[in-house]
């Protein structure tokens, strides 16, 4: 009750500077601070600012350095709001984010009370480990596992070019302390194409974990020259799933009826000259 009151107090004091939005430098300073011995720390981060890409980076790598000991939650406020940091502090902080729109501001207390009971779950699913049968040569995204909540969806993809496994194994703690195991029967699995909706899901998250430092290949190559082995993955999975990422675009071409636009631009260039 005390902590409550200071804290209410002291943002009794605040108030807009309508300037930019710094969220590296309060999160710098908390995470500088020892967490209280025998509890998990969790930040809540309410935000409706833009960050560029590079602060957006900076942002997540260094909340990802810290998630052993500090979880984050955000909440998106408003229709401008970075969907990219407050998608990226979650994930890195292994929390939950949420999104309220301008016109239903009222909802700012459900969703952060939500949130406080998400972080306060004891019975939570961490340190995944899934065996996908005998395939061994296939791409699990995300590879760093989310910790999972009551109540909120997690997907986890592979993809392989091998036949569907016929079983895999998940196993997981449960609140951190007992371990539980489940096997997933082959009736639930489906071959797709590449240029099915799951699949080009699948690479996007693949594409992600790469982009973000989180992939296998991260573990064991220093990327920093921007021609290596990752970089290379990152274009041959955007390439063949037609994904755009920080290094593939694509241009998309209307082919029906050019002949007769390129007559059309033709024949009016000829009457400009003609008349001129």
């Given at each position: 009750?005390?902590?409550?009151?200071?804290?209410?107090?002291?943002?009794?004091?605040?108030?807009?500077?309508?300037?930019?939005?710094?969220?590296?430098?309060?999160?710098?300073?908390?995470l500088?601070?020892?967490?209280?011995?025998?509890?998990?720390?969790?930040?809540?981060?309410?935000?409706?600012?833009?960050?560029?890409?590079?602060?957006?980076?900076?942002?997540?790598?260094?909340?990802?350095?810290?998630?052993?000991?500090?979880?984050?939650?955000?909440?998106g406020i408003g229709d401008e709001v970075n969907r990219e940091i407050i998608n990226g502090l979650a994930r890195a902080g292994v929390g939950t984010a949420e999104y309220v729109d301008s016109n239903k501001?009222?909802?700012?207390?459900?969703?952060?009370?939500?949130?406080?009971?998400?972080?306060?779950?004891?019975s939570f699913l961490s340190?995944?480990?899934?065996?996908?049968?005998?395939?061994?040569?296939?791409?699990?995204?995300?590879?760093?596992?989310e910790t999972v909540f009551a109540d909120r969806r997690t997907l986890i993809y592979y993809l392989t070019k091998?036949?569907?496994?016929?079983?895999?194994?998940?196993?997981?703690?449960?609140?951190?302390?007992?371990?539980?195991?489940?096997?997933?029967?082959?009736?639930?699995?489906?071959t797709l194409s590449n240029q099915d909706l799951i699949p080009k899901m699948a690479a996007r998250e693949a594409i992600r974990d790469l982009e973000e430092g989180r992939s296998i290949l991260s573990l064991s190559e220093d990327d920093?020259?921007?021609?290596?082995?990752?970089?290379?993955?990152?274009?041959?999975?955007?390439?063949?799933?037609q994904i755009t990422s920080s290094e593939t675009t694509f241009v998309a071409i209307d082919n029906q009826g050019w002949t007769s636009l390129a007559t059309d631009i033709g024949n009016g260039f000829e009457d400009d000259d003609t008349n001129g």
């Open positions: 009750d005390n902590s409550f009151l200071q804290a209410q107090a002291y943002a009794n004091t605040m108030t807009a500077t309508f300037g930019g939005t710094d969220l590296l430098e309060p999160i710098e300073y908390i500088g601070t020892r967490p209280a011995i025998g509890y998990q720390r969790n930040v809540f981060v309410l935000t409706d600012g833009e960050l560029n890409d590079s602060e957006v980076d900076e942002i997540v790598t260094f909340v990802e350095k810290n998630r052993a000991t500090t979880r984050f939650f955000s909440i501001l009222s909802a700012i207390s459900e969703l952060t009370v939500r949130q406080v009971e998400i972080a306060s779950q004891a340190r995944f480990d899934i065996q996908w049968g005998s395939s061994n040569n296939g791409i699990e995204a995300p590879y760093g596992k091998d036949e569907a496994p016929s079983e895999v194994r998940v196993t997981a703690l449960v609140g951190g302390l007992t371990e539980i195991e489940y096997a997933v029967p082959q009736a639930v699995f489906k920093n020259s921007g021609n290596g082995e990752i970089t290379n993955e990152i274009i041959r999975i955007g390439v063949k799933y």
